[in-house]
């Protein structure tokens, strides 16, 4: 039975299990979730993992609603098919159903859905099915598909069929605030790691070395002066990487002897430029291609002081790792005591289609003492930036 206008009812009856199924081919990527609020309060979603704080739910307790997976990751044609199943309805008091349309919302774009050949696919352990298609011509990246409401005797499915931007969305829809496109991780021990999960095979990692300024003083007086010990010279900090191929092919990254890398060709990492003063608002940037993600298999992301005192702990340096639709990864420098002017930060491991990022914080005297603690295997010698 198809629930072709929005408004029509149809009666599921007693169930074991409901199987909810989002279906498509076309080149975009899909994501199928669930919302709820429960008769005791409770609201949240069961949604995918690879968003900040999904969770694929459980079958045998709350919510008892399972999701099976993320498919059509970097809106991949072919045959994508995500399902959710639901045990019992009896706890909620609002359950729906809904479609995101990541690869518009994470863009922040709003096609319609009927460019798509998405439907919703209801089947119960008794057979019935009903379907609802995604038709709707109405701009925006998330659809309402449907709703299940809970009676006396019998269960009921309404088709919805409401088309809303993201965060419209996310204060319409009970239980969807907590969903974000992208949020923060903060690694805080070392040796903690978080793995990236790019659900797109374009676009790029950003990697930012930023540091406190001293915005709130005069320089004379202020953070550089603090940082130095009372001198006028600020403190010149750098941002760069050792990388490694999947061929074995090793190298470096960073202002230090111009080695700026390249964004579309190996090793498919960028240097966007030295900030030799610290004024710049946004510090020091280096991209990581992600259509040449796969050729690589580490990168260690480090920093050190060029110019002036190793007094970490006054710099507030931090490094952030941005990956589009995937939470922000930011490790601090936080209150480090250490002479040594060289530091690993962390570690990014690229392998089956994720992307682990570990926190290090390790002190050296120089690269040489670096390469060797992490078995990289270069041949060093002494570099300028003039």
Not at 94 to 123: H, M, P, Q, W
Not at 132 to 161: E, H
Not at 225 to 236: A, R, Y
Not at 279 to 284: K, M, N, P, V
């Amino acid at each position: 039975m198809e629930l072709k206008q929005k408004g029509a009812k149809a009666d599921i009856g007693a169930f074991k299990q409901l199987k909810v199924s989002l279906v498509w081919t076309s080149a975009v990527d899909l994501d199928l979730m669930a919302f709820y609020k429960a008769k005791d309060g409770r609201a949240g979603g069961v949604y995918s993992d690879n968003y900040a704080g999904g969770t694929l739910g459980d079958l045998n307790q709350f919510p008892f609603i399972q999701l099976s997976g993320d498919e059509g990751v970097g809106g991949k044609a072919g045959d994508n098919r995500e399902e959710l199943r639901i045990m019992k309805l009896d706890d909620f008091e609002e359950l729906y159903i809904c479609a995101l349309n990541f690869t518009d919302a994470s863009s922040g774009t709003d096609n319609v859905f009927a460019k798509y050949d998405a439907r919703v696919e209801i089947v119960s352990d008794r057979g019935e099915k009903h379907t609802v298609a995604l038709d709707s011509k109405d701009p925006g990246s998330v659809a309402v598909i449907c709703k299940f409401v809970g009676g006396f005797i019998t269960n009921s499915i309404v088709n919805n069929s409401e088309v809303m931007n993201f965060e419209h969305f996310r204060t319409r829809i009970p239980g969807a605030s907590e969903l974000r496109l992208a949020s923060k991780i903060t690694l805080k021990s070392k040796g903690d790691s978080y793995a990236l999960k790019p659900k797109a095979e374009r676009g790029e990692i950003l990697v930012n070395l930023n540091w406190n300024q001293g915005t709130q003083q005069p320089q004379q007086q202020g953070f550089f002066s603090k940082l130095l010990g009372g001198g006028s010279k600020g403190v010149d900090l750098d941002l760069g990487c050792l990388f490694e191929m999947q061929d074995g092919g090793k190298g470096s990254i960073q202002p230090l002897g111009k080695a700026f890398g390249a964004f579309d060709s190996p090793p498919y990492v960028l240097h966007l430029g030295d900030d030799r003063t610290g004024t710049s608002a946004t510090g020091e940037n280096m991209k990581i291609n992600l259509a040449g993600i796969h050729a690589l298999k580490r990168v260690l992301i480090y920093t050190y002081i060029y110019e002036g005192a190793a007094k970490w702990g006054s710099t507030d340096a931090a490094v952030t790792v941005k990956v589009p639709g995937q939470p922000v990864i930011e490790v601090a420098m936080g209150s480090q005591q250490d002479s040594r002017t060289f530091c690993a930060i962390a570690m990014l491991e690229c392998k089956a289609g994720e992307i682990k990022v570990t926190k290090l914080v390790t002190f050296h005297n120089g690269h040489r003492e670096c390469d060797q603690t992490y078995n990289w295997g270069l041949r060093w010698v002494a570099g300028s930036k003039d």
